[in-house]
Nanobody, 115 residues
């Protein structure tokens, strides 16, 4: 079982990034997908979530209108489109796939928003 994030990096305030999370070793289409983030000295927080079919999504108030979660089950991939990035979005972003007691995590990708 693997979840591998990519797409992080350094971006200026107001910029955009698209995170990807490639899943393998399990039936990704049967799992809910989530993005979390953890900034230095802070607890890990839920950023966005999507149902297994993609028909239902959730975005935290702090990112609503700027971030969009999506998935492509044919490609076994979870996405997070991040627009209008701000310094407070700086964190390590983790993808998660969950189905009942089965809960898988990626290794994280760093997003740094700075001028």
């Amino acid at each position: 079982v693997r979840l591998v994030e990519s797409g992080g990096g350094l971006v200026q305030p107001g910029g955009s990034l698209r995170l990807s999370c490639a899943a393998s070793g399990f039936t990704f289409s049967g799992y809910a997908g989530r993005w979390y983030r953890q900034a230095p000295g802070k607890e890990r927080e839920l950023v966005a979530a999507i149902s297994s079919t993609g028909g239902s999504t959730f975005h935290a108030d702090s990112v609503k209108g700027r971030f969009t979660i999506s998935r492509d089950n044919a490609k076994n991939t979870l996405y997070l489109q991040m627009n209008s990035l701000q310094p407070e979005d700086t964190a390590v972003y983790y993808c998660n796939a969950e189905r009942g007691a089965r809960d898988y995590w990626g290794q994280g990708t760093q997003v740094t928003v700075s001028s």
